[in-house]
């Protein structure tokens, strides 16, 4: 079945430790998301690419980076996390031609920082 | 914020019964869209509508829109055990990203 995976589902890592989350997906869609989703919260857009075309909120911290090398690929570097960054991380695609605005969301992965 | 906002922020029924959940945004769109999220998991497409049309049915789920008042109600008939879950709305902002709803928490009891 096409999917949007992500790996790990669960990370753990130290404070100000780098560390990747990386998503994959079967479906070949043209759009990627990353959102970062806190307890009891809306999920919200870090940042997405159209194509190759990167696109970063606003209000995405600099600590938070983003790589598509590829169509099916996109990593989610965070490069000094803190204890505000434990959350879930969701990826999410969307096939902006065909059926806009729907996003196919992966399963997430839930970041712990100690 | 473009934030939509959905009440109420918690619903407990029995099986069998119903679920209205509502969600109110702020800014014109030219859809709406539902979504699940079971707990610990992504979220799940449920419906869209689009902004022309005022009810849209799928299965047990009814979705109306009203874009003179900024709202939208979703309605789960006889719910079961397996809706437990949070459920949100999402409006585009015209461009390729969606605007997500506070959600729901449902909570339905065998």
């Known amino acids: 079945d096409a999917m949007v995976i992500q790996n790990p589902r669960y990370q753990v890592t130290q404070f100000g430790k780098p560390v990747t989350l990386s998503c994959s997906q079967t479906l070949n869609h043209n759009v990627m998301y990353w959102y970062q989703q806190k307890s009891s919260q809306a999920p919200k857009l870090l940042f997405h690419?159209?194509?190759?075309?990167?696109?970063n909120e606003a209000d995405t911290p600099d600590n938070f980076q983003s790589r598509r090398p590829n169509t099916s690929f996109c990593f989610l570097d965070i490069r000094s996390p803190g204890l505000g960054d434990a959350a879930m991380y969701l990826c999410?695609?969307?096939?902006?031609?065909?059926?806009?605005?729907?996003?196919?969301f992966g399963p997430g992965t839930r970041l712990t920082v100690l | 914020s473009q934030q939509g906002e959905e009440d109420p922020q918690a619903l407990s029924i029995q099986e069998g019964e119903n679920a209205t959940m509502n969600c109110s945004y702020k800014?014109?769109?030219?859809?709406l869209q539902w979504y699940r999220q079971n707990s610990g998991r992504g979220l799940v497409h449920l419906i869209l509508?689009?902004?022309?049309?005022r009810e849209k049915h799928s299965g047990r789920l009814r979705v109306t829109l009203d874009t003179s008042k900024k709202s939208s109600s979703l309605l789960i008939t006889a719910s079961r055990a397996a809706d437990t879950a949070s459920y949100f709305c999402?409006?585009?902002?015209?461009?390729?990203?969606?605007?997500f709803g506070t959600g729901t928490r449902l909570l339905v009891s065998p």
């Open positions: 509508i689009r902004s022309n049309e």
């Open positions: 999410a695609t969307s096939s902006w031609e065909v059926r806009p605005y729907e996003q196919f």
């Open positions: 800014t014109s769109i030219n859809n």
């Open positions: 999402a409006t585009d902002d015209g461009f390729q990203k969606l605007v």
């Open positions: 690419y159209y194509d190759k075309d990167f696109n």
